[in-house]
Every structure is written in C-alpha cells, then in structure tokens.
C-alpha cells in the first residue's frame, strides 16, 4: 500500500486542519466525503481534491473503496459512528475525545476488539518532535525527580453557536480541551507509579451543564502532581506543558501547536537552554503515524490507542461529577 485510502464522516474546520491539508503533502488519497450539508461536502471536496462525495454517512462507510474512516463529526457523534465504522469492518482515525462518556467509551473498544478493527485515536501532539524531546529530556534524569505536571490549554471563545457551546452534541472546555490535558497527565503516568487520583476539580458554566472552563488536581501514586487547566473563552492563546523536578523544569509553550510556537525551555539552577524542535504541524506526524501503524510498518503507538482513550474519559467523568457538572448525554445512535 503506497498510501491509505481515506473516507471522511464530517467535512468540518478539524477535518480540514487534522486530516486534508496533511494528507495533500503525501500519497495518501481523500476517496470519498460526506456531510449533512451536501453543498459543503461539495465545497471540502473542490478545496482539496477529494474524489467524490458520497450521499450520507452510511454511503461513505459502504464504499468498497474506502480502507479508513475519518469521524469527525461532533463529540456526540462520535461513538455511534464510531461503532458504524467498526461495523463495516473499515480502520478508523478517531477524532478526540473518542466518545462523550467512559461507558460509551468502553463500549466502542469492546466493539472493536470484538471485530479485530484497528482504531487509531487523534490524539496529535504526542507524535511530534517537539513532544517526544520534552518525554526524552524527563525520562533521562535530566530535570531530576518529578514533583509535578502542569498542562494549561486556553484559547479565544468560538462563535454563540458553535457546536462547542451545546451540551446535547457533548460540548464543552472539558471535551474540547482538556481531554488534551488529561492525555498529557496520562503520558507520564507509568514512570510516576501508575495513574493518578483526582483530589480537586471546579468549573464554570457558560449555559447550563456546558463548562467554559474547568481546572482539577491530581496526585500520582508515587507523590507528584498534576495539575489542568482548560479554558475556551479566554483573551488569547495558551497550549503549555510544563513538568517540573528536584533539579529544574521543562516547559513547552505552545505544545500542542508547534507550527506556532515550537520552543523547548530546559530550566536547571540558573542555567536555561531553548532549543527549536521544528514548525511542521503536529498532523503531519500523526498521519505518517496512522499509515505506520496500519500497513504494519511500526505498532500502534502507546497514547493512540482506545484503552488510552477510555482511561481519559474516566478522569473526564471524574472532574465533571467532582465540579458539580452533568456527565455528557447519551448520544444519539447511527442511522
């Protein structure tokens, strides 16, 4: 297989971002399209070279010619579709958070498992250079002992009617964000003990049960921190992970988009090094990751997977029964 043959559920501002502008960089071919609007569908396809558009999702997931399915739909869209796909027997790239609730979550890699479907889940940033020298940088001993994980992911508000602002489709700072957060937290938790226990979570609604922001605290079982912050009406823009040791820190200012800011701050006593990891997007190498994995030329990778995914939506559970918030509605079946 010289490139992957892709289907996209969803001819949203993600897809565009997450899947078509890096696949026009490889091989790979943008088979088919669909959308409930068929109009832009039409419009993605002309942008950027999908071959056709198919009439509804079900068309898509039953074109022979489709190998993997790109879900992204809203997060509440996500795990029915999720299943659809699974069900067609198609690989899927999953769009985080890969379903709007552990149970369902849960559901969807049983369903998986079951079939022998290869899931791959988009969490992005992980696979970058940027993000794997701050992993080497902590893993060598070189900021000493961890004491503590800080991952603060802030942005501008998106329009009144965004599906971000409703809970019906599993909107949310939580959902939108700060499955990223959690993902970071998650990454470091095999050399911090084993996975981390929530202390403290508050959140701030913007309309009833959809969170605008949300900050919670855990304490990993070997001593150290973590802390999240995610905030999806704020003045400006902040992607940062920052692990912190006995003898200094590592701080990525802008981890999960490097194309605009793709500074490693190493911090030891006075001494502070910067060094430049490169600006190609984050999608790039998480493209190149997906056709690794399903042409069998690298494993999945730890952090992709749906295990992964489904310990992520327990702690996301967690902080929204901690803070006082709605856990998200069940979502809506395929059809």
């Known amino acids: 297989m010289s490139g992957l043959r892709i289907g996209l559920l969803g001819a949203s501002r993600i897809a565009d971002e997450a899947l078509a502008r890096p696949a026009a960089r490889t091989e790979d071919r943008l088979v088919a399209v669909a959308a409930r609007d068929r109009g832009r569908a039409e419009n993605f396809a002309r942008r950027f070279g999908v071959e056709r558009v198919v009439e509804d999702y079900a068309a ?7 190998d993997v399915v790109y879900n992204a739909l809203p997060n509440a869209l ?10 067609a027997g198609k690989a899927l790239l999953a769009e985080k958070p890969f379903a709007g609730t552990a149970a369902e979550c849960r559901e969807v890699r049983d369903a998986a498992t079951a079939a022998g479907v290869p899931v791959f889940v988009g969490y992005h940033y992980f696979h970058h250079p940027l993000y794997r020298r701050l992993a ?3 893993a060598s001993g070189g900021i ?9 992911m802030r942005m501008p508000a998106p329009p009144p009617d965004d599906v971000r602002w409703s809970l019906a489709l599993a909107g949310g700072a939580l959902m939108d964000l700060g499955c990223y957060a959690v993902h970071t937290v998650l990454m470091l938790a095999p050399s911090l003990g084993g996975t981390p226990s929530l202390q403290d979570a508050r959140a701030g609604e913007r309309s009833p049960g959809v969170d605008e922001w949300a900050d919670a605290t855990y304490r990993f079982p070997g001593g150290a921190e973590g802390r999240i ?3 999806i009406a704020a003045p400006g823009w902040e992607m940062s992970h920052r692990v912190v040791g006995t003898r200094g820190e590592v701080l990525a200012p802008m981890y999960a988009l490097p194309h ?3 500074r490693l701050i190493v911090r030891t006593g006075t001494d502070e090094r910067v060094e430049r ?4 997007p984050t999608y790039d190498f998480q493209l190149a990751a997906l056709r690794a994995s399903l042409t069998g030329t690298a494993p999945l990778p730890r952090g992709a997977d749906m295990g992964f ?13 901690a803070a006082g918030l709605p856990l998200r509605p069940a979502a809506v079946p395929a059809h």
């Open 229 to 231: 912050h995610c905030h």
């Open 144 to 152: 000493g002992e961890v004491t503590a994980v800080e991952t603060r």
């Open 60 to 66: 898509l997931l039953a074109d022979p010619e489709v």
């Open 277 to 280: 990891l490169g600006t190609t």
């Open 136 to 138: 080497d940088v902590v």
């Open 260 to 262: 605009r800011d793709d």
């Open 78 to 87: 996500h795990a029915p579709w999720n299943l659809a796909t699974i069900a």
């Open 309 to 321: 995914s489904v310990e992520i939506a327990e702690l996301l559970d967690a902080i929204y029964l």
